[in-house]
């Protein structure tokens, strides 16, 4: 018998080469955007900049050339999953550090304003004590049974491929994951007393090129929408 895993969601892993040096500056330039806050605001929640007006790092000069190198890394993941990136514009629409004390989470969520996501790590040692990301199942099309794979007791084999309900990923510096902007992901616990867990996210979303007529249901190039004024009261 051949089975034939159809429809698969693509995530992409990579690696960068960061400089010690130049990482330690932008660390630094990092936890100055931060300033005193550590949460989000509950203790157990991950400090995130986009929700503490720390939203666009890609236009700080200390980090604009890991913004550049994530640019370059998600027109070859578009490339790669057959788009043909001469109809496309790519547009960086935010940017946003994520800092995970002792006992913090991310809780499960997804970006609903964006098309493709990104997180790249500059802290981790790849034990995952510091809180792994964690990519979660958009359906259980091979469960058969509605909730079995996730009931008590069940008579599926625990992570078995065909019927896997998440995916982790260990943190570590130069670690970079691309992946749909509509699939829900989560960070989970820092369990390491003496660690910071320190990661940059990245939204983008993709329009037709200015100069093009879009197609059907891909944006219009935002410099050809007209801005509607709000009526007088």
Not at 33 to 60: I, K, M, Y
Not at 192 to 200: H, M, V
Request: hydrophobic letters at 40%.
């Amino acid at each position: 018998m051949e089975l034939h895993s159809l429809f698969p969601t693509v995530v992409a892993t990579d690696r960068l080469v960061l400089d010690p040096l130049e990482t330690a500056a932008q660390l630094q330039t990092l936890l100055a955007l931060r300033g005193d806050q550590l949460s989000n605001p509950d203790p157990g929640c991950a400090w995130t900049g986009d929700l503490n007006g720390v939203w666009q790092v890609h236009e700080h000069p200390d980090l604009q050339p890991l913004a550049d190198q994530v640019i370059a890394r998600v027109w070859a993941y578009l490339d790669a999953t057959g788009f043909d990136c001469h109809q496309v514009d790519l547009h960086l629409q935010r940017s946003w550090p994520v800092f995970s004390e002792w006992g913090q989470v991310v809780g499960r969520h997804h970006h609903p304003n964006a098309h493709v996501s990104a997180v790249l790590y500059l802290s981790g040692d790849g034990s995952g004590d510091e809180g792994s990301l964690c990519l979660h199942a958009p359906h259980q099309c091979n469960e058969l049974v509605p909730g079995l794979a996730v009931g008590l007791n069940g008579p599926i084999a625990a992570n078995h491929p065909f019927n896997q309900t998440q995916w982790t990923l260990a943190p570590e510096p130069g670690l970079l994951v691309l992946f749909p902007s509509r699939l829900d992901h989560s960070v989970i616990e820092n369990v390491d007393e003496e660690s910071l867990r320190i990661s940059i996210s990245f939204d983008f979303v993709l329009t037709a090129r200015a100069s093009d007529r879009p197609p059907e249901y891909l944006s219009p190039h935002p410099h050809q929408w007209q801005r509607c004024e709000r009526p007088s009261p």
